[in-house]
């Protein structure tokens, strides 16, 4: 049975850092793109950053230059590192398995639970 599971949220202070992981069991990678999608209370849920089955990589503007997307194929592992992160980052993030190509137009198939990440000031 496929299953998405994230760790690494947590709390952090403004400007601070942190890295997401997520295990992917039962996908391929030759067959999904993978990406992280985040939601904030009262918001509909966004998509963060997607790698494509080339290795490409896009992100939401708003997070372009802090956040970075990959992926270990050998242990079936996607991270996302986020740097200099903002209040305004703060929100569930989720681990997404689905199709297309960017972050803009991937349909997500399979979610994980979500990890929470809080940004204070």
């Known amino acids: 049975q496929a299953q998405l599971v994230e760790s690494g949220g947590g709390s952090v202070q403004s400007g601070g850092s942190l890295r997401l992981s997520c295990a992917a069991s039962?996908?391929?990678?030759?067959?999904?793109?993978m990406g992280w999608f985040r939601q904030a209370p009262g918001k509909e849920r966004e998509g963060v950053a997607v790698?494509?089955?080339?290795?490409?990589?896009t992100y939401a503007d708003s997070v372009k230059g802090r956040f970075t997307i990959s992926q270990d194929n050998a242990k079936n592992t996607l991270s996302l590192q986020m740097n200099s992160l903002k209040p305004e980052d703060t929100a569930m993030y989720y681990c997404?398995?689905?199709?297309?190509?960017?972050?803009?137009?991937?349909?997500?198939?399979?979610w994980g639970q979500g990890t929470q990440v809080t940004v204070s000031t």
């Open positions: 790698i494509d089955l080339n290795g490409s990589t």
């Open positions: 997404a398995a689905g199709v297309g190509n960017t972050v803009t137009n991937m349909f997500p198939l399979d």
């Open positions: 039962g996908y391929t990678y030759s067959s999904y793109i």
